[in-house]
């Protein structure tokens, strides 16, 4: 498939590139948001102490545990008072844990990883956060591309920003499209959002290194537009707390994608 780009007059696509850019920061600067991360525990499954946890955590075949210390801690704004089971064994949450101003999130990457995510609004990323810098929108990077639904998904197990930690990529689709004569199939993931995992020639010099995702929407009609201009840093970009997955085998563009964010400031 040749690749077709989508037109509009460039300072509409420049005004909309930049209310796009506005929202992108003003959702990176929420107080529980991503910034705000500042301890990953993975727990054990003897009940444990861990720095800036209250308490003790574990978790078993049944969900992950929390025993009461002297600091209080909450879920659903009722003090938990006795040992209490907070998760489930998937690790899914039946309300919000919280001590003092922080929220504490259970992570489940896989069958054998639990762990104790801390979102603190009082975090040094988020207070010195002063915007993600972007190469300059450029309406040629808005390409085009062909969709080939998977006739189910594949689950795909790929490595992550934490280490010895894997993570399965649940892969819907291939978008293709074609740049200097050359086709490029890139795997399309579902999960938080539709999106293509990706690196490319920018990756570890201009942009960030392990990764950079592509928020996509495949159309009914067999097409996947893939504004790369809107290409943004995962959450282990700017936090080591964050456990992203890496690109699944083959996204890995040839040629440099000058478009979307760049790697954050002091990164």
């Not at 946890?53 to 992950?64: C, E, I, Q, S, Y």
């Not at 988020?126 to 929108?137: D, K, R």
Request: with cysteine.
């Amino acid at each position: 498939m040749n690749t077709t780009t989508t037109t509009l007059p460039d300072d509409t696509f420049a005004a909309h590139w930049r209310d796009w850019h506005s929202a992108r920061e003003d959702e990176l600067s929420q107080p529980l948001g991503w910034l705000s991360l500042t301890a990953l525990h993975w727990l054990v499954r003897e009940p444990s102490a861990y720095p800036d946890l209250p308490g003790k955590w574990w978790f078993d075949a049944h969900g992950v545990w929390f025993e009461p210390g002297d600091e209080p801690v909450k879920l659903d704004g009722a003090v938990l008072t006795s040992r209490a089971k907070v998760a489930a064994a998937d690790g899914t949450t039946d309300g919000i844990l919280t001590t003092g101003q922080r929220q504490l999130e259970i992570v489940a990457r896989g069958e054998g990883n639990r762990g104790v995510r801390v979102r603190d609004p009082l975090a040094r990323t988020l207070l010195e956060f002063t915007g993600v810098p972007a190469y300059t929108p450029d309406p040629a990077w808005r390409i085009t591309a062909r969709f080939t639904p998977l006739p189910e998904t594949r689950r795909v197990t790929v490595d992550s920003a934490a280490a010895g930690v894997q993570a399965v990529t649940r892969i819907i689709g291939h978008a293709s499209f074609t740049r200097d004569g050359q086709e490029h199939r890139l795997a399309v993931s579902s999960g938080h959002r539709t999106s293509i995992v990706f690196r490319d020639a920018t990756s570890g010099t201009e942009t960030f290194g392990l990764l950079r995702q592509l928020p996509v929407q495949p159309s009914d009609d067999g097409t996947v537009e893939l504004d790369f201009n809107r290409a943004i840093n995962p959450p282990c970009s700017f936090t080591p707390y964050g456990t992203c997955p890496f690109p699944p085998p083959g996204n890995v563009l040839p040629f440099a994608v000058t478009a979307g964010e760049k790697a954050p400031i002091g990164h």
